[in-house]
């Protein structure tokens, strides 16, 4: 593919700024990209990996120039991040996101955004639970979901050439208004990241059963509860106080079909569990034959390298 835009910034170093970096060399999408991490220490692995072209030591450095700046901070941090950037801003550059949440995000942004800016906030939905400047890989987006989420009156040619630049990367994309956005992933990702921690939690209070067996006789459940409870625990923190509304209204939901199970188990109601259960499963093979996953074993699958 061709270069979409000559110059990139990306604003935090992690997973997903990584993996960006990486996706938009092997394709050849942006000319030079240039990087800032909070932290001397990640910036300092950045330089000693070749992530990113040029690593700054200031924000407003990086973006100084850029066509497109990406904030790939937690969703706590955007606001300052905004301060800090928002007079090195490039006129009619597009700034854009990755945040889990994006309501929260598009009212912190928006007071502090230059009017000859383009805001198009996105949120790539692909990850894994490792974190930092090593954990990213160019793979990372190819055939997941990256989902646009214009606000009112946004620039539609932003929005298309932001758009391409994603599909490039390998993604799916589609569009998608920001409250829906939010009940969305509260639905498919806060919501059970909450369950998943309290899981793990339990089994950690549950003295009957010790750290060794905890460890040692991990089932499937329990280990992939393990593996979604290990993810970066500011970026949860933040999406969490950030996507209150929705977060505890699909939690209202699971407590109510809680306890109804516990009823059924209770009263010994087999048809109920059966009919639940089976009904919970056709989910799961609508992921597969939607190619968000396999249906292979995957005890120790190995997604890349």
């Not at 946004?154 to 990367?169: I, P």
Request: with cysteine; aromatic share 6%; charged share 25%.
């Amino acid at each position: 593919m061709s270069v979409i835009y000559d110059r990139v910034a990306l604003i935090g170093l992690g997973l997903i700024a990584s993996s960006m970096f990486w996706a938009m060399k092997r394709a050849g999408l942006a000319g030079e990209v240039t990087g800032f991490a909070r932290s001397a220490e990640t910036r300092k692995i950045a330089r000693d990996i070749g992530l990113c072209d040029r690593v700054c030591d200031s924000a407003a450095e990086a973006v100084e120039g850029a066509d497109l700046v990406v904030l790939c901070v937690p969703v706590g941090a955007m606001e300052s991040v905004m301060r800090d950037i928002a007079p090195a801003l490039k006129p009619v550059a597009t700034l854009s996101d990755v945040g889990s949440v994006k309501r929260a995000v598009i009212e912190a942004i928006t007071p502090l955004l230059p009017k000859d800016v383009h805001f198009v906030p996105a949120h790539p939905l692909a990850g894994t639970e490792h974190s930092g400047p090593k954990s990213g890989f160019a793979e990372l987006f190819e055939n997941r979901w990256t989902l646009i989420v214009p606000p009112e009156g946004c620039d539609r040619t932003a929005v298309e050439r932001l758009t391409k630049l994603w599909q490039g990367m390998g993604a799916l994309t589609d569009e998608m208004e920001a409250e829906h956005h939010d009940l969305v992933l509260a639905v498919t990702s806060h919501a059970p990241h909450l369950i998943a921690y309290t899981m793990v939690g339990v089994a950690d209070d549950l003295r009957r059963v010790t750290d060794t067996e905890v460890i040692k006789y991990s089932a499937a459940g329990f280990r992939d509860f393990t593996r979604i409870a290990a993810s970066d625990p500011t970026m949860w923190r933040d999406v969490f106080l950030n996507n209150r509304e929705a977060t505890l209204e699909i939690l209202g939901r699971f407590t109510e079909e809680l306890f109804d199970l516990q009823r059924a188990i209770r009263a010994g109601d087999g048809d109920h569990l059966h009919a639940y259960f089976t009904r919970t499963r056709a989910i799961r093979r609508g992921i597969i034959e939607a190619g968000q996953d396999t249906d292979a074993p995957d005890f120790g699958r190995i997604k890349h390298d």
